[in-house]
């Protein structure tokens, strides 16, 4: 039966090749906008890490782009707000930190092991950011006072991080690379089970916290302050904490952000392309489905000849609208052949890193899915038509 | 001819308003979306207030400063910084009018207790003058104003209304950023998609917290000159490259000095084809058009594909035309015809459709003051992108039919 078929499709190979090159296309169209779509919805089962509700971002400005050099002044300064911030009665808890969530800024590091170029984020942050945050720690501890009088440097990494550099081996106590010649080396105290700072939709990361001790006079001052407020705080408390703020650094600017606007104004960043891709496919889709339909009922209405004689040979109008469906199922396959075969060099020649072997695959289904449904629904009426076509047709025909 | 060309097609258009449907779909859809980017791209790089003289414009807005070897390399980029501007860009040759400003700033404001996000930009008077904003009340502010540090700013027509409300705002004053401005002008809203001009507030650049911007070579200025003429471009980047190889940097740590003078189109091309240093701009363009060309390509298909089938529907016709001795040429001419015909119908509801979306754009606030309007450029570029798809997509159809042999077609078509 599928031999014929395909014997059938062969003999107006000239017709159907435009509509498998169209196929082929559509096919490429859908799976672009399926992987966005799968990349994404795996992202967001991923747990986050961390807590954002009722958490404030206070970005200081100090007027000074780099942060490479800064004077004792600044430093105290620092102090001085941070102090401020933490005898407030509206607030919970305060933490310093060089970038905070839902930021697309932050400061990048990478590291050699076994040959391989392992990158990875990095946060200073004084010791409460763990309950600023509600970070989860699963191995070891998080920061403490007696990190202080430490003769090396206590780092917190997250699980991505700790695979990456330690395979299965409990990593706490470890040292971590090679970083910091003539520093004290870095050893790994704790690991949290993820930080994923980009948010919901970004792909996991590796993640590395240091410890900042706001009294040492050879770090440089955090250009973030990060406060958890307790629970019923109201919106207007935010216009006195910058006059609180601008009080103590007259020279200085501040802009304070709730993380759910940080988060917000992350999240429609990152969906918009996908929206507007989506869109445009969506209604691309709705052409080819109208196109492919106008196509084939033109096909049907030129092939009433041949149909008659089937008819009049005693075929029934179930095999009639089966024989029109599975043409175009066989010219569908095809089209889908080719386009699986372009699709599968990427990950071959990996071209693209970041989407993994699974999301790849549920693509590839999910725009083939899509595709054999939209040709069938676009064969409906067609194949319709063609039932209704009268055996004396073909006798009066020529 | 043309006359009953046109005749025919409209009989045929009429015949099969389902595929006149689907055709005028396929092509007023692609061309929404090609004149959305196109009008996207234009005002972003066309030359329109306040940004009028935006092709007299070459501007330095990326620099970076690097030294070291190896591992110790170290690289601070940004935009520029005041004091590299002041020092070495005032009098470069060929340059009507130098401006130096900030890139815009989002700091907060409180009114009322209620929060305002407001952009900031500090500039000074030779901005008033290259720029052509419009003003609703008062007037910029000047030269003398930036040299006396005096506390004055132009501010939008948006942030007029969200502190003043529809009253006057000429001679309030506003506290923005924990300081206080005189306004002494209001300006009609500039879109956000105009790099150089956008803000909601503008005050002197000497009114800056701090004097330390005086100082930086590498922070979050641009300067802009304004030239005689575009045909001075080149001798102007030269000179500006000449320059920069004479600085002196302030920090030992490096010694390495990365920047250019460059139009809009550049800078920002460059920022999406990284490593360019050699022809930024035409490559961006021919990305943009290569991608637009990618998009056509299913539309196109589609089209061909329809055009296709309903020619075999018009065999007989061509048979009888054929038989009377039309040439194959005459009938693709006829039939391309036909096609851009109904490419400029869709063209017509492509900009409806077209001005439809933008309008949404618009009003989603995505694109804050966003202010569409279509130009004479964008009708152009419709015009001709229709007519391109009607002979792209009825050229291979109309080949096809013309090689019709007159007795088959006759017969009521071929396989």
């Keep these: 039966m599928i031999k014929h078929l395909i014997k059938l499709v062969w003999n107006r190979k000239r017709f159907n090749f435009l509509i498998t090159l169209e196929i082929l296309v559509s096919f490429l169209v859908l799976f672009v906008v399926m992987m966005f779509v799968a990349y994404y919805a795996n992202n967001y089962r991923q747990p986050l890490g961390f807590e954002y509700e009722n958490v404030w971002n206070i970005n200081i400005d100090v007027k000074q782009e780099s942060d490479d050099y800064f004077t004792p002044e600044q430093q105290a300064l620092t102090r001085q707000l941070f102090n401020t911030v933490k005898d407030l009665p509206e607030v919970e808890s305060v933490a310093s930190a060089l970038s905070v969530p839902y930021q697309s800024s932050g400061s990048f590091s990478s590291e050699e092991h076994n040959g391989k170029n392992i990158e990875y984020e ?8 763990q309950t600023v945050l509600k970070l989860n720690v699963v191995a070891g501890r998080w920061f403490n006072k007696d990190d202080d009088a430490a003769n090396f440097r206590p780092v917190v990494i997250n699980r991505n991080l700790t695979e990456a550099m330690f395979g299965n081996e409990d990593p706490v106590g470890k040292v971590f690379g090679s970083e910091g010649e003539g520093r004290k080396e870095s050893r790994v105290v704790g690991v949290v089970s993820d930080f994923r700072k980009q948010g919901e939709l970004a792909g996991a990361g590796n993640f590395l916290f240091t410890r900042k001790n706001l ?7 955090p250009r973030n302050l990060v406060i958890r407020l307790r629970p019923g705080v109201p919106a207007e408390f935010e216009s006195q904490l910058n006059d609180k703020l601008q009080a103590v650094a007259k020279n200085w600017s501040f802009e304070i952000q709730p993380l759910v606007n940080l988060r917000e104004s992350l999240f429609r960043l990152q969906l918009i392309p996908v929206v507007v891709l989506g869109i445009i496919a969506a209604f691309l889709m709705i052409m080819v489905a109208l196109g492919l339909t106008g196509v084939l009922w033109q096909s049907v209405t030129q092939r009433r000849k041949e149909i008659g004689l089937r008819r009049a040979k005693g075929a029934t109008a179930a095999r009639i609208k089966n024989q029109i469906l599975g043409e175009l199922l066989v010219i569908a396959t095809f089209g889908l052949l080719i386009g699986i075969l372009l699709v599968v060099q990427f990950p071959l020649l990996d071209v693209i890193g970041f989407i993994s072997a699974k999301i790849y695959l549920y693509s590839i289904l999910a725009a083939a899915l899509t595709i054999y449904l939209l040709t069938i629904l676009c064969g409906l009426y067609p194949s319709w038509l063609a039932t209704k076509v009268q055996p004396a047709e073909a006798l009066h025909y020529e | 001819m043309l006359k009953n060309y046109i005749k025919t097609a409209y009989k045929v258009f009429l015949r099969r308003k389902f595929f006149t449907f689907i055709s005028l779909f ?12 196109t009008s996207l791209f234009d005002h972003v790089f066309g030359a329109m207030p306040p940004e009028k003289n935006l092709d007299r414009m070459l501007g330095v807005y990326r620099m970076s400063m690097s030294g070291g070897e190896g591992e110790r390399r170290s690289t601070r980029s940004g935009l520029v910084g005041y004091g590299l501007l002041d020092r070495y860009c005032r009098d470069l040759p060929f340059v009507e009018k130098t401006s130096f400003f900030t890139a815009p700033n989002s700091i907060p404001a409180y009114h009322n207790g209620e929060k305002l996000k407001l952009f900031f930009k500090r500039t000074d008077g030779a901005f008033w003058q290259i720029m052509d904003f419009n003003f609703i009340e008062g007037a910029p502010f000047t030269e003398e104003d930036d040299k006396n540090r005096n506390f004055v700013a132009v501010i939008n027509e948006a942030t007029r209304k969200k502190f003043f409300g529809e009253a006057s705002a000429v001679g309030k004053s506003i506290a923005v950023d924990g300081q206080n401005f005189r306004v002494v002008g209001v300006v009609g809203n500039v879109p956000v998609l105009r790099v150089l001009s956008f803000s909601d507030v503008w005050a002197p650049v000497s009114t800056a917290k701090s004097d330390g911007y005086k100082k930086e070579f590498v922070e979050n200025f641009m300067g802009v000159f304004l ?3 575009k045909d001075d471009f080149p001798a102007i980047k030269e000179e500006f490259s000449a320059r920069l190889t004479q600085v002196e940097l302030p920090d030992k740590q490096f010694n390495r000095l990365e920047g250019q003078a460059e139009t809009v189109l550049e800078g920002i091309g460059s920022l999406f084809i990284s490593e360019g240093t050699g022809g930024g701009p035409s490559q961006f363009i021919l990305a943009a058009l290569i991608a637009a060309l990618l998009f056509m390509l299913l539309p196109t298909i589609n089209l061909i594909n ?16 054929k038989a009377f001795g039309a040439s194959s040429l005459t009938l693709v001419w006829q039939f391309v015809i036909e096609n851009v015909l109904l490419s400029l119908v869709g063209g017509a509801i492509g900009f409806i459709g077209s001005y439809l979306v933008l309008q949404m754009i618009a009003r989603s606030g995505f694109i804050p003051y966003a202010d569409f309007h279509f130009n004479y450029r964008i ?18 159809p109309a080949w096809k039919m013309s090689r019709l042999h007159p007795v088959q077609a006759l017969q009521g078509g071929t396989r």
């Design chain 1, 122 to 129: 990095r946060g200073e942050v004084t010791s409460d950011f």
């Design chain 2, 26 to 37: 396929a092509i007023s859809f692609t061309l929404i979306v090609l004149m959305v980017a």
């Design chain 2, 306 to 321: 329809i055009n296709v089938s309903r020619i075999m529907e018009r065999a007989s016709e061509v048979g009888v035309r």
């Design chain 1, 215 to 221: 009294n040492d006079p050879k770090e440089r001052p």
């Design chain 2, 379 to 396: 009708f152009l570029y419709g015009f001709c992108m229709a007519v391109f798809f009607g002979l792209l997509s009825g050229v291979y």
């Design chain 2, 227 to 229: 030239a005689r003429s």
